[in-house]
């Protein structure tokens, strides 16, 4: 069925509710809750034909349906429920529309208590992993000389564990270490128990007990058990209760075990198993050997078939012959070697007159004499060139001399007390002293008067 939604996207109720839309939207409330825990008292068991339990769960002022289906109840349920018995119930709320009632579908029942436990017990999960103390897992011998379990000696888990130990390997070492498995001061001793078996000699120490309630093991979960088993100077094997049941025990042992039967067959060789290994292996050991042995055969007959074991007189006289091989091919080589020295020799003596001092100091003193004339007629070239280069420059001086210009009939003017010569009318006032520069000397007058060219 679809929802009216107003202009923001939210769903808008109508004016009036079918009884239908409002079980749905009931329905759809309740069920968004997800998964829910509710303790309470537990009123009104009703197990019905086909396997499914009806009851009800009440506290001072309200009181709520409930059902475990048949197909719940093994895992839900510990224990049948009792009237009156306190309990935390975990599950999912459930609308029944036809009745326009509601349930809580069940599907785990705790006795009420059990919740504050597990917390306490995942506290100190939390505070362990982070000491480092659920990451060690020692190796476990293959071999023991000696098994240490740490028991009650009433107890089933006991009894599981030795009718193991005869299946596999009857009278195999076990030492036991008594100690009550639960119980007001149970946890004091197991640890303590633990600490005896580890100081006992065994190779390895089992920690065992049958299943029970989350109280029952609980023992298991306290602080004590778990420092004994971190400080026992041998690998701990943890078989505590049924596969289903996770202990503090079994986070920090080396190896968990399922149940105390497991636990026997994870320390205890099987006897038979081992026999049949050793069986196997000593007729592969034999196979081998004979194999080594008719190989060593075969390579000794065929070292007496061969020509060094028949007769030892042919290697003498191969030696023989290969000496005098040598010996030919070393003559050769001397003489070949002796050859090729005195043809070096004589090389090396044609290369040494060629480079004889007497004969390079000729050649060198030629050399000087060619270049000694080519550097006086270089030398004799350069002073006529700077000669006349000279001769153009003093030219060319000579014509752009103010001298000589003078002597054409110039002169050039100065007024006293000024830098430069005067080339204009401009500043020149009546009473200046002008110097005036001519070829032969110099004429000082004084300016009587001025006149200026007017402006063309």
Known sequence: MSELFDAGGKPSAPRAWTVSQLTLRIRGMLEGLGRVSVEGEVSGVKPAASGHVYFDLKDLDSKVSCVIWRSQTATALRAPLREGDKVVLHGKLEVYGPRGTY??????????GIGTLLAQLEKLKAELRARGWL????????????????TSRDGAALQDFLRT??????????????TPVQGVGAAANIAAAIARAGASGADVVVVTRG???LEDLWAFNELAVAEAIWNCPVPVVSGVGHETDTTLCDLVADLRAHTPTDAATQVIPDRRELEDALERGESHLIEAISSVLEARAERLERAAQSRVLRDAGWILEDRRERVARLGLQLANAVRALGERGVGRLAELRRRLERRSPAQQLAQRSARVGVAEARLVAASARAREGAAARLQNLAGRLEALSPLA?????????FVEGREGALRSTEGISRGATLRTRMADGEVRSTVSEVRRTPDR
């Open 103 to 112: 349930n809580i579908v069940v599907n785990r029942v705790e006795a009420a």
């Open 135 to 150: 990451d060690r897992k020692r190796e476990i011998p293959a071999l023991l000389k000696l098994v240490a379990v740490v």
């Open 165 to 178: 130990r005869t299946l596999r390997w009857p009278l195999y070492p076990v030492v036991l270490a008594h």
């Open 211 to 213: 299943g029970g309630s």
């Open 405 to 413: 210009v003078l002597a054409r009939g110039y002169s050039i003017t």
